[in-house]
């Protein structure tokens, strides 16, 4: 079924809509693209599955590029990745060799020279950027819109949009990427902590969740229990999940510890549960080291299936949501359980303190020792979980749904197209000609578009008053 902004006016209201509505008027026959490095795991997959049909709702015209690259291409990723987080990890002659052949290659079949404006989505893809012309984007238009069109736009801008932390990277890596930072003309990271140290009009824009999707909508306890049965879960005991991917910044193990620590208090039961991304070909490593440390605990499950309904249900039984990142851009599984009215007991790292307020809607913690007895000091206070619950829920309702991204992207837009534009046509008329003629398109209508140009120039005729 096709994706409405209008679906969601009961959860955040019909003027809200209809401002986003209202902005995206001003994008009529604009386009624009999101290139990422999967369509699918993950939570940037994850958001732009959502707000690209809702983009296009608007009135903005958005296309998802997924770019292609293969396991060892992914290796090399991942190792940036680490190290643009901290890790002591950095890159190598034959690493950057092997993502600038990647780059090359992708570069070849992936036509993005027609958009009005270009978002690369973290540093999978951020270096196709200086493989492109970048410049007359109206010239690859349909000629019937290139005749309707009331501005033109000189340069094809595009975006960098980091969902990562970068507050401590390792110098060579960040020094790697800077070079290809310098070609992009704005810059998205999720908070002002994030500001890059690279001199480019920033943008700070919070990811978000789709509060109607199979994740996050309204369940029934009997979907719940069904979901449940499924995947061998009882619920005779505590609940405590952490959703993430098997990574290491995750820190799967620091939960089990956790977990083993409220052991010694009271019986509860842990599930794990993260798919596998094709872009993440660690995830099946840290997997196998963290079943092996629990092979033998029958209150641990692991889970690696792919199934939006099983979180759901997992995040609404759950009796408390842990997130022991120990480095996180932003954290959607945190917003995702406050959405639900479960409290999460979570790092004080990164994007997580941008949802939760400390003791209001959450706890904050450092280590293990810490979580594991806040963890149980709400699995013994039932009524203090529920209202923090409740907080949190509202605090999500009003930061961190997705159509307060979906009006971001559009504001996004106008801001960094706007600096490119010609802001009338017939001003630059005799350009527009050249061009078309340097590229032989047509030149036998110059007639008509000297025509059209004075059509659009021609003062409207007023009325004589009735007698």
């Given at each position: 079924?096709?994706?409405?902004?209008?679906?969601?006016?009961?959860?955040?209201?019909?003027?809200?809509?209809?401002?986003?509505?209202?902005?995206?008027?001003?994008?009529?026959?604009?386009?624009?693209?999101?290139?990422?490095?999967?369509?699918?795991?993950?939570?940037?997959?994850?958001?732009?599955?959502?707000?690209?049909?809702?983009?296009?709702?608007?009135?903005?015209?958005?296309?998802?590029?997924?770019?292609?690259?293969?396991?060892?291409?992914?290796?090399?990723?991942?190792?940036?990745?680490?190290?643009?987080?901290?890790?002591?990890?950095?890159?190598?002659?034959?690493?950057?060799?092997?993502?600038?052949?990647?780059?090359?290659?992708?570069?070849?079949?992936?036509?993005?020279?027609?958009?009005?404006?270009?978002?690369?989505?973290?540093?999978?893809?951020?270096?196709?950027?200086?493989?492109?012309?970048?410049?007359?984007?109206?010239?690859?238009?349909?000629?019937?819109?290139?005749?309707?069109?009331?501005?033109?736009?000189?340069?094809?801008?595009?975006?960098?949009?980091?969902?990562?932390?970068?507050?401590?990277?390792?110098?060579?890596?960040?020094?790697?990427?800077?070079?290809?930072?310098?070609?992009?003309?704005?810059?998205?990271?999720?908070?002002?902590?994030?500001?890059?140290?690279?001199?480019?009009?920033?943008?700070?824009?919070?990811?978000?969740?789709?509060?109607?999707?199979?994740?996050?909508?309204?369940?029934?306890?009997?979907?719940?229990?069904?979901?449940?049965?499924?995947?061998?879960?009882?619920?005779?005991?505590?609940?405590?999940?952490?959703?993430?991917?098997?990574?290491?910044?995750?820190?799967?193990?620091?939960?089990?510890?956790?977990?083993?620590?409220?052991?010694?208090?009271?019986?509860?039961r842990l599930v794990l549960i993260?798919?596998?991304?094709?872009?993440?070909?660690?995830?099946?490593?840290?997997?196998?080291?963290?079943?092996?440390?629990?092979?033998?605990?029958?209150?641990?499950?692991?889970?690696?299936?792919?199934?939006?309904?099983?979180?759901?249900?997992?995040?609404?039984?759950?009796?408390?949501?842990?997130?022991?990142?120990?480095?996180?851009?932003?954290?959607?599984t945190v917003s995702e359980a406050?959405?639900?009215?479960?409290?999460?007991?979570?790092?004080?790292?990164?994007?997580?303190?941008?949802?939760?307020?400390?003791?209001?809607?959450?706890?904050?913690?450092?280590?293990?020792?810490?979580?594991?007895?806040?963890?149980?000091?709400?699995?013994?206070?039932?009524?203090?979980?529920?209202?923090?619950?409740?907080?949190?829920?509202?605090?999500?309702?009003?930061?961190?749904?997705?159509?307060?991204?979906?009006?971001?992207?559009?504001?996004?837009?106008?801001?960094?197209?706007?600096?490119?534009?010609?802001?009338?046509?017939?001003?630059?008329?005799?350009?527009?000609?050249?061009?078309?003629?340097?590229?032989?398109?047509?030149?036998?209508?110059?007639?008509?578009?000297?025509?059209?140009?004075?059509?659009?120039?021609?003062?409207?005729?007023?009325?004589?008053?009735?007698?």
């Amino acid at each position: 079924m096709k994706k409405r902004l209008e679906s969601y006016a009961g959860i955040v209201g019909d003027d809200y809509i209809q401002g986003i509505y209202d902005l995206g008027a001003y994008c009529e026959n604009k386009t624009m693209a999101h290139v990422n490095s999967t369509y699918y795991g993950g939570g940037v997959a994850e958001m732009l599955q959502t707000y690209i049909p809702l983009l296009n709702d608007a009135g903005l015209s958005t296309e998802w590029r997924s770019f292609k690259g293969g396991r060892d291409f992914f290796n090399v990723t991942k190792k940036i990745h680490n190290s643009l987080q901290g890790m002591n990890a950095p890159i190598t002659k034959e690493d950057i060799e092997y993502y600038e052949n990647t780059m090359d290659e992708n570069a070849q079949f992936t036509n993005l020279e027609w958009y009005d404006l270009v978002v690369i989505d973290d540093p999978q893809p951020c270096g196709l950027v200086n493989r492109y012309l970048r410049k007359f984007p109206y010239l690859w238009k349909p000629f019937p819109l290139l005749l309707n069109l009331s501005e033109i736009q000189k340069k094809q801008p595009w975006v960098w949009r980091c969902h990562i932390d970068l507050t401590n990277p390792n110098k060579t890596t960040w020094e790697f990427l800077r070079n290809y930072l310098e070609y992009y003309d704005a810059i998205v990271v999720s908070s002002r902590q994030y500001r890059l140290p690279i001199k480019k009009p920033h943008s700070f824009i919070a990811p978000a969740i789709d509060p109607l999707s199979d994740k996050n909508k309204e369940i029934s306890d009997s979907e719940i229990d069904r979901q449940l049965e499924r995947y061998g879960i009882d619920d005779d005991m505590p609940l405590l999940v952490q959703v993430s991917r098997f990574d290491p910044w995750k820190d799967p193990l620091g939960v089990i510890g956790v977990h083993r620590r409220v052991q010694k208090e009271m019986k509860c039961r842990l599930v794990l549960i993260g798919s596998m991304a094709t872009d993440d070909p660690e995830g099946e490593k840290i997997f196998n080291d963290v079943f092996r440390d629990v092979e033998k605990e029958r209150d641990i499950v692991l889970i690696t299936a792919q199934n939006d309904l099983l979180v759901n249900a997992l995040q609404r039984r759950a009796d408390v949501v842990i997130q022991k990142s120990l480095r996180e851009g932003f954290g959607l599984t945190v917003s995702e359980a406050m959405w639900k009215g479960t409290p999460v007991v979570a790092s004080r790292v990164g994007g997580i303190p941008l949802q939760i307020d400390d003791g209001v809607n959450g706890y904050l913690v450092e280590g293990v020792e810490q979580c594991a007895e806040r963890v149980s000091h709400l699995l013994k206070h039932k009524p203090l979980a529920q209202k923090l619950g409740q907080h949190a829920k509202e605090k999500v309702r009003k930061n961190f749904l997705i159509p307060r991204l979906v009006k971001d992207e559009i504001e996004l837009f106008r801001n960094t197209t706007r600096p490119t534009v010609t802001r009338t046509l017939h001003g630059g008329v005799s350009s527009l000609l050249k061009q078309l003629e340097q590229l032989t398109l047509l030149p036998v209508l110059r007639p008509r578009f000297k025509q059209v140009f004075r059509q659009r120039k021609r003062k409207p005729v007023k009325p004589r008053p009735l007698l």
